[in-house]
């Protein structure tokens, strides 16, 4: 008979079993996988699963939420159930030999009856009234972008400042010194009205509603080549009046290049307030970080060539486009590929896995691995914008390039008569691309234009000059 037991104090999750003991075993979810330690043997063993780990050399902290596949080796487990245990940071439950982790809400709270009371709380509740920032980034699903850059600023320069950062759950690690609030839980709501400046990289969810004194910085999280918002294809009045709605929720809007605020300022009808054009804190990194221990945390030797492939997401596909195989790339080009996936393809797929293959999707900040890569294959990203700053090349792979400029989204300008890099349809294409000692010369002058447009604020200190005017305007005081 095989068992499973949650043992509290040592936070592991426990399957015990009798007869041979087994070669191996594994926790395997989404993005993380946790290899089990064996015990035991002859008459009994014990696969013992830690429910924390660490990863890119950070510190250990709970799963992150998701289904785990329970693996031990030729050892059937689907009758296997435990009802759901809280511990410290993860609530964790079994049925049928699959691991379900969870975010450390009271399950009072996540019922439609739960979360509707959190919410009459937070409307009723007096607001703008603690002198702290309320950070997300990208939903919360990780602590990065610009509003990572800009709470590292304040708490240089504002040390008394309460710093919050909305989570999905705290396998998410937030800066130090700053509180994590996972989303939904009460904490969550109750910061979230609280903090005096709310600075975020997407849109406000979950029923916002701005109190008297509260402020709401908007970095957004790129400079756009694909149209956005009202400039989407197609009519939608229901779409148009989001966007309206939300934009009228901001006080400032952040811009990397006067390029971008014309077209923001237009997209999301953002007129009559302003609109700082001050560079991208988040592209700080790519000016003072340091390479070399980036790549030691992921593992890299400093003499191996490493390529990253970061790929933007598609509105008609919910997983990562799989055009590169990256494990056939890196063979191909005696390279260690990064597999970065966009942030709204996090929640779905798994990640790539094979031989000199990392998968970074859930690493938490890409101007890390935009400073650790030695070239950028990428589509229709924005993130082309910000590796420019390095002045390293850069690939462009679109196969569906047609597809994407004229019937799914659309550009702002002709990619293919102004890309700083070579435009290939196939990975062989790329690979030989790769391979031309010539590109760098033959795409200078272009480079040299688009950094000259898009990055001449990217100077290294954007988060300074962002939290200079914070703090000049009064949203938070020192």
């Given at each position: ?409 659309g550009f702002y300008f002709d990619l293919e008569a102004r890309a700083p890099g070579p435009l ?55």
């Amino acid at each position: 008979m095989t068992t499973a037991r949650i043992d509290e104090a040592a936070e592991t999750l426990i399957i015990a079993g009798a007869g041979q003991r087994p070669a191996a075993a594994d926790l395997i979810g989404p993005r993380a996988r946790v290899e089990g330690r064996i015990t035991g043997g002859g008459k009994t063993w014990k696969a013992i699963f830690p429910l924390r780990a660490a990863r890119w050399g950070g510190p250990e902290l709970p799963l992150p939420a998701g289904e785990y596949e329970i693996r031990v080796a030729d050892v059937p487990l689907d009758e296997i159930s435990l009802e759901p245990h809280v511990l410290n940071g993860v609530r964790i439950a079994v049925d049928r030999g699959t691991a379900i982790v969870a975010a450390p809400i009271d399950p009072v709270y996540e019922t439609v009856e739960g979360q509707s009371t959190l919410e009459g709380r937070y409307v009723a509740q007096t607001g703008g009234t603690e002198n702290a920032v309320f950070f997300e980034s990208f939903y919360g699903r990780s602590v990065g972008c610009n509003p990572q850059a800009i709470d590292r600023a304040l708490s240089t320069r504002a040390p008394g400042v309460t710093r919050y950062w909305s989570v999905v759950d705290l396998s998410v690690p937030v800066p130090e010194g700053a509180i994590a609030v996972v989303e939904g839980s009460p904490e969550w709501w109750r910061a979230r009205a609280a903090a005096r400046l709310l600075v975020v990289n997407d849109w406000l969810r979950r029923r916002f509603a701005r109190k008297e004194g509260q402020k709401v910085v908007q970095t957004w999280h790129g400079t756009p080549l694909k149209r956005l918002a009202l400039h989407r294809p197609g009519f939608d009045p229901r779409r148009m009046a989001a966007v309206v709605k939300e934009s009228r929720r901001w006080d400032v809007l952040l811009a990397q290049n006067t390029y971008s605020e014309r077209i923001l300022r237009k997209a999301y009808a953002f007129f009559g307030r302003p609109i700082w054009v001050e560079g991208y804190p988040r592209n700080d990194a790519l000016v003072t970080g340091d390479a070399s221990a980036i790549r030691s945390a992921l593992g890299i030797r400093e003499d191996e060539r490493v390529l990253l492939y970061a790929p933007t997401w598609r509105d008609d596909r919910a997983e990562m486009v799989d055009f590169v195989d990256a494990e056939r790339l890196a063979g191909q080009t005696d390279a260690v590929v990064l597999v970065r996936g966009h942030s709204r393809t996090i929640d779905t797929g798994r990640d790539r896995a094979g031989a000199r293959v990392i998968d970074v999707t859930g690493y938490p900040e890409t101007a890390q691995l935009l400073l650790a890569a030695d070239a950028l294959i990428t589509d229709y990203s924005s993130v082309m914008f910000d590796f420019s700053v390095t002045g390293k090349p850069m690939y462009f792979l679109v196969p569906d390039l047609d597809h994407y400029r004229g019937q799914l989204r659309g550009f702002y300008f002709d990619l293919e008569a102004r890309a700083p890099g070579p435009l290939v349809r196939t990975q062989d294409d790329l690979v030989a691309a790769l391979a031309d000692d010539g590109v760098a010369a033959r795409y200078a002058d272009k480079y040299a234009a688009w950094r000259a447009q898009f990055n001449s604020r990217d100077d290294g200190h954007a988060a300074e000059r962002v939290v200079d005017r914070i703090l000049d305007q009064g949203y938070v005081t020192r």
